[in-house]
């Protein structure tokens, strides 16, 4: 009996072993990957903006917001947020003209 007991429990300790041994690497590659799509669509959205002398812009320019949508994605999964100043600074002058 000590024997049957000890074949269930082994094969439950390699997987355990397993899981702990690829936890962190799958957390990594996670990683990894998010950083690809916020570093991708980046240069997408920088290539709109900027004239290379190889590349020829097509007549509409394109359509960038689903790759913005991407990238602040992205970004919000980093704990970072994108904001636009100029409505920060108009939320700011209203709170104060309130204030008086």
Do not use: C, H
Not at 16 to 29: M, R, S, V, W, Y
Not at 54 to 73: L, R
Not at 74 to 84: H, I, V
Not at 89 to 99: L, M, P, V
Request: glycine share 10%; hydrophobic share 40%; proline share 2%.
């Amino acid at each position: 009996m000590e024997q049957a007991d000890k074949k269930e429990g082994s094969p439950r300790n390699i997987l355990a072993k397993i899981k702990e041994n690829t936890e962190d690497e799958i957390q990594i590659l996670g990683t990894f990957v998010r950083l690809g799509v916020v570093v991708w669509s980046g240069f997408i959205i920088t290539l709109n903006y900027v004239d290379l002398p190889m590349i020829k812009k097509g007549q509409s320019g394109g359509d960038i917001t689903f790759v913005a949508s991407v990238f602040t994605g992205a970004l919000a999964t980093f704990g970072l947020t994108t904001s636009n100043s100029k409505a920060a600074g108009a939320k700011n002058t209203d709170t104060k003209k309130k204030e008086e």
